[in-house]
Each structure stands twice: as C-alpha cells, then as structure tokens.
C-alpha cells in the first residue's frame, strides 16, 4: 500500500507539471517553501528563493520560443521520523513548439510537509543529455 504522504507529493508533482503545462505562475507558489533552492542541471545556476524562481518561471513562459519542463518521479522515500521526504526522477526539456528534447537528466526533491501541505524544498538537476 502507497503511505498518504507519497501520494500526497506525486499529486504535488502532478500540479507543478500541470502548471508548467499551463504556464501557470500562480500555480507553481503553493507548491514552493519560501526558501525554496533549485539548482540547475547544465550550469548549475543556484536560484534561491520561492519569490527568485516564481520570476525566473515567469520569464521563461514568456519566452517566444519555450521550453515545457516535465519531471516523472521514479520514487518517493518517507521520512519515519520528520515530515520530509525525497522524491528522485527523471527530467524532460522539449520545444512547446515541436516536441524536440532540448535537454534531459535526473533530478532530486526534498519535500517538508507543514500545516499539511506537502512543500519543496530543494531541488536538484543532473543534465545527462
């Protein structure tokens, strides 16, 4: 049987999908702590803070020819003893336009849950093609 608190963070997951799908900055926030971290996958650009990346997501749809960003997760792992969780997948980066993968690799999340609802944290890339 799936723990709640898995099920809780693939909805999550699905959310932030769906909201990059959309373009939907408004969407992505409640998913985000406050203090949330993003490292990225090719320069390892560091963009901290939920406020830095609602606006580094914001320039990004706004781009002419953008890119739509899906992360599958393979597996999340339940922390037993602190409401936090890693969830470990697989990254996509293809041309809205046409389909074309622009970029790809793994990734890492580290997810706290407060006042019950289930918040990223950290979130680490690895480009791999």
Avoid: C
């Amino acid at each position: 049987m799936t723990p709640p608190a898995e099920i809780a963070i693939r909805l999550a997951r699905a959310a932030f999908n769906r909201a990059l799908a959309d373009a939907d900055a408004t969407a992505i926030a409640p998913l985000l702590a406050p203090a949330a971290l993003l490292v990225a996958g090719t320069d390892s650009a560091v963009i901290s803070g939920s406020a830095a990346q609602l606006r580094a997501w914001r320039r990004e749809f706004a781009a002419p020819d953008r890119t739509l960003y899906v992360r599958t997760p393979a597996r999340v792992i339940v922390s037993s003893v602190e409401p936090i969780a890693f969830e470990h997948g697989h990254w996509q980066g293809r041309a809205l336009g046409d389909g074309t993968v622009r970029a790809e690799g793994d990734y890492t999340a580290k997810w706290r849950e407060a006042g019950g609802r289930w918040r990223i944290e950290a979130e680490l890339y690895l480009t791999l093609g």
